[in-house]
């Protein structure tokens, strides 16, 4: 088994980047989901409210993120990693609320233009704890902003049997990944516990609950009822539809594309 892709989302519900190589720390992979856009309550929002997310898109520079209109590539704005506004800020996750700095007033314009509303981002500082849901996360691990877990993993096998269902099939980043596996069986990831990728150690902690953002195209922000509609006929488990596995890793380093995967 093979780990066959990386991905990181630097900015929660904005555009993904694929890796050949990633660092694997914590909180999750290194730039993974560090920046998030708050309201005017510094309260989250993500594309399940806001399709219009779905057409941001983030690149990594030297010097910061490029946050850009995939409409209008030429409409962009830098985020630079070490803030400049860097104001405290009380900032809600779901059921969390947890510490972030504000990174700069040319990209809280930037964004509210873009989205119609007064927004703000945000960054997590490296001291900033948000603990995973402890019933599942046994070593008190933290997390990003990322909805629950550090890691999700899903294999291209799973993906397989479903698109195998759909009249118009999907693409991986409908589900938003961490870490892609080939030469599995079909939900064989339901399975996993203790894991290996290259040199490092993972443990599979819960199944990941499936929500109306993987029915927005990421290309075009368009919602229908697939692919969460197919998925619930036959991965549904009580009042939720589970599609891969959340993660945690137990000894950070460093994670490449190609890497071999191993259950232990």
């Known amino acids: 088994m093979t780990l066959s892709e990386i991905w990181i989302y630097p ?3 904005l555009g993904g980047i694929r890796l050949t190589k990633a660092n694997a720390e914590e909180k999750g992979l290194q730039f993974d989901r560090r920046w998030m856009i708050v309201d005017e309550n510094n309260v989250f929002i993500t594309q399940r409210v806001f399709q219009k997310m779905a057409l941001i898109d983030v690149e990594l520079h030297a010097d910061g993120l490029k946050i850009f209109s995939r409409l209008s590539p030429d409409d ?3 985020a630079p990693y070490s803030p400049i506004t860097c104001t405290p800020v009380t900032v809600t996750v779901w059921d969390d609320i ?7 007033d040319e990209a809280d314009a930037w964004l509210s233009r873009q989205l119609d509303m007064k927004l703000r981002l945000v960054m997590m500082p490296d001291a900033t704890q948000r603990k995973a849901d402890p019933r599942y996360a046994q070593n008190n691990e933290n997390v990003s902003f990322a909805d629950a877990f550090p890691y999700l993993i899903i294999s291209q096998a799973s993906l397989d049997d ?9 693409t991986m980043r409908r589900f938003r990944p961490n870490f892609v596996i080939t030469s599995t069986e079909p939900f064989a990831e339901d399975q996993w516990k203790h894991i290996s990728i290259g040199n490092l150690h993972f443990e599979v902690v819960k199944p990941c609950a499936r929500c109306v953002l993987t029915t927005i195209d990421p290309i075009t922000s368009e919602k229908g009822p697939e692919p969460l509609k197919t998925l619930s006929a036959y991965r549904r488990v ?3 539809v589970l599609f891969g596995q959340n993660v945690v890793v137990k000894d950070p380093g460093e994670i490449r594309e190609g890497d071999a995967l191993i259950v232990h």
Request: hydrophobic fraction near 40%; charge should be positive.
């Open 76 to 78: 962009f704005v830098m």
């Open 11 to 13: 900015v929660k519900s």
């Open 162 to 170: 479903l698109n195998s269902r759909l009249r118009e099939p999907v």
């Open 238 to 240: 009580g009042n939720k």
């Open 98 to 104: 947890t510490e972030a700095v504000t990174v700069s």
